[in-house]
């Protein structure tokens, strides 16, 4: 909204202070919330009932004109809402100085901002945006339910996008896998980790129980060929040789896409391993149940999102950190011993390459010239980042380290433990 000029007689130098102008800003909370939106001033007002000349330069007499003026808006206003038919008196020529335009002229407007549009974005609910990695029926959405239940779930083609749609405020929350129990370590995760500046705020594990998936009245002994996930092909390799199937194994880029493949495409000689809910999305019949070689199949995820959550010690909580150090490995005893000091449990250690430092070279006159590869180390461990054990730890390991990042302290999953076969 633009300024609105009070007289066309107006001295300039009535506006010569920046802080001669009452601001009036009325942004809707859904704009203010987003960075790119700035709150602006509604109308400037320098000079009210023919106040001008030297009165205009007194920063009291100005103070007391705009104060008549505020008082002369509530009072129309309040007239208005009463229903009154009585039209508001000219203002310096003008027939009306309302703020805002009034309520009952057509116009939608925004609701002033209140305390609780500041408030931080709910922890569970409906009003949450989820990403996740994959097609509806996936794992990952399953995951994605368990951490926030009612949330709307976004599916992403692949982990970086959900990584951006929490960036560029698509999505409020992101759940990706990070480890398997027993196909390991999702390395493409750790390296977005370090990559992206989200923040570890919390985790999930789900059991896994894969089925075997294909068309209604397909029978097992049609099929020539089984496709999903790498890891859910190896995670039922010997149920698969049980079943007598000889097919063949494909990879595909997850369990419940490859389900929709083999539905949208009307594959009457290949299955598909995927989840029961993916046979349900998909019209699939279910030819075997349960197939997971290993009954305590388990993955699990990590809840990030744009800030971080404030650690708290009464109840038990976990922290991820990533290091490195120019020196190589060698250091790595004296990192472990700062956590060991001080009773500190480790939960999981990480290495990967180092990108921006693959190779290090160490020059000796003897025996020429070694070449070693450099990493950096991913660790979990249990402590909250609000324990004094865990800042000690932390403070000894920086000294030890050239790089040292914190990717979020968060609460642990304590859900009861309940196997796959038993969960179906």
């Known amino acids: 909204m633009k300024a609105i000029p009070l007289n066309s007689s107006l001295h300039s130098s009535a506006l010569a202070e920046p802080h001669h102008s009452l601001q009036c800003p009325l942004v809707a909370p859904s704009r203010l919330l987003h960075p790119r939106h700035r709150l602006r001033p509604i109308i400037h007002c320098s000079s009210v009932n023919g106040v001008h000349g030297a009165a205009t330069h007194s920063r009291a007499a100005w103070q007391s004109s705009c104060a008549i003026l505020s008082s002369k808006v509530v009072a129309e206003q309040q007239k208005v809402d009463k229903g009154t038919d009585m039209v508001s008196p000219a203002i310096n020529g003008h027939k009306s100085l309302d703020l805002v335009p009034v309520g ?74 990070v480890e398997n129990s027993l196909g390991g370590s999702i390395h493409r995760n750790y390296d977005l980790l370090l990559r992206h500046r989200l923040h570890i705020v919390g985790e999930v594990q789900l059991p896994v129980h894969h089925c075997l998936l294909a068309l209604p009245g397909i029978r097992k002994e049609y099929l020539t060929r089984v496709i999903s996930h790498p890891q859910a092909l190896a995670q039922c390799e010997h149920t698969l040789t049980k079943l007598g199937l000889s097919v063949a194994r494909e990879a595909v880029d997850d369990t419940a896409g490859a389900a929709e493949f083999v539905a949208a495409n009307g594959l009457r000689d290949t299955a598909a391993i995927a989840s029961a809910r993916a046979a349900e999305l998909y019209g699939l019949s279910i030819l075997a ?76 006159a003897n025996v020429g010239t070694a070449k070693h590869f450099e990493y950096l180390f991913y660790v979990d461990f249990e402590a909250s980042m609000a324990d004094v054990r865990a800042q000690n730890a932390l403070a000894e390991v920086q000294e030890f380290t050239t790089f040292l990042r914190v990717l979020g302290s968060y609460p642990m999953d304590m859900t009861p433990w309940i196997p796959s076969r038993e969960n179906s």
């Open 104 to 177: 009952n002229a057509g116009v939608n407007l925004p609701k002033p901002l209140s305390i609780s549009d500041l408030a931080p974005a709910p922890m569970h609910g409906s009003s949450l945006r989820v990403a996740y990695q994959g097609v509806p029926g996936a794992y990952s959405e399953a995951a994605a339910g368990k951490a926030y239940p009612d949330c709307e779930a976004i599916p992403c083609d692949q982990f970086e996008v959900a990584f951006q749609a929490v960036e560029l405020w698509l999505a409020d929350r992101a759940v990706l896998p």
């Open 289 to 364: 149940d349960g197939i997971q070689d290993d009954s305590s199949n388990v993955t699990r995820f990590v809840m990030l999102a744009r800030e971080p959550i404030v650690p708290r010690t009464d109840r038990p909580f976990k922290t991820s950190i990533v290091f490195a150090h120019d020196k190589g490995t060698s250091v790595l005893f004296k990192v472990l011993s700062a956590f060991a000091f001080r009773n500190i449990s480790l939960t999981k250690i990480e290495s990967r390459p180092h990108r921006n430092r693959p190779i290090r070279l160490v020059d000796d």
